[in-house]
């Protein structure tokens, strides 16, 4: 019998981290903490639990509140009590557009890298176990210790897409810097692709479903080898 693997998600309630949960949910042997900042709007995340084969729990979360992101362990503690948690995975992102590194909204640069950085940041340190701190150690239970941080080809310096989306891809690539990590965790970056949702827009490349599935796969096959790397949606590793 295959093990119960558990899931939170942020950012579900539409775009790549609805599709996420709603491919999660149909596996009976998931179980997903599905987050969003205001879980009475989320009606398409709501719409979910009524066909869902796993266990769906919806639990508000804003990633740009610190007091938000410590207050959601004990909750999402009681919630998955021993069976710990096994994907902590980091979507929710925001976007200033395409602004560039001469003309950008300072007030927004640090709204996007509350959201964007520190918000992952915070997510990935208050759900392991810290010595002092009084929070149930969540990935330490759990059998799988997976974070996915999700990125963007934007952050890649490498690639170099000539500094458009300065903002966003500013937080991106100090995103990046996530997927270093401790070696008990597998934590690496992915970059979705260009993807058809409110953020993408209709003229991106890819439709959700497609994009997600592989996402999906590249989480539950990954390996201590995938740890500290930048990943594409299709397993391909992007350069820094
Ligand atoms: N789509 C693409 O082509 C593409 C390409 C590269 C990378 N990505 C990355 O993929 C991830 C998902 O993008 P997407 O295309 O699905 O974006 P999206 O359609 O704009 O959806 C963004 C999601 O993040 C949530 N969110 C924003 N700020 C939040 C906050 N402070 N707290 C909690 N949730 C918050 C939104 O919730 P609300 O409904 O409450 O606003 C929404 O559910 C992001 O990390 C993005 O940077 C996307």
Known sequence: MSQISTWLVTGSSRGIGLELVRQLVANPQNVIVATCRDPARAS??????????????????????EAGIRGSV????????????DYLY?????????????????AGLLETLRANVAGPALLGMVYLPLLGMVYLPLLERGRRRVIVN???GLASIG?????????????????????????DLIAYVVDPGWVKTDMGGPGAMMEVEESVARL?????????????????????????
């Open 74 to 85: 004990a909750e999402v503690s009681a919630i998955l009590g021993s069976r710990g948690l």
């Open 44 to 65: 398409k995340l709501a719409t979910l639990k009524e066909s869902a084969q796993g266990e769906l729990h919806i639990v508000a979360l804003d990633v740009g509140s």
């Open 159 to 183: 690639l170099d897409f000539g500094g458009k989306n300065a903002t966003y891809s500013i937080s991106k690539t100090a995103l990046n810097m996530l997927a270093k990590t401790r070696p």
């Open 216 to 240: 999906i796969t590249l989480a539950t096959t990954a390996t201590a080898e995938s740890s500290g790397k930048f990943f594409r949606n299709d397993g391909e590793q992007n350069p820094w």
């Open 90 to 106: 980091n979507n929710a992102a925001i976007t200033e557009g395409d602004d560039s590194a001469f003309g950008f909204s300072y």
């Open 150 to 152: 999700m990125t963007s």
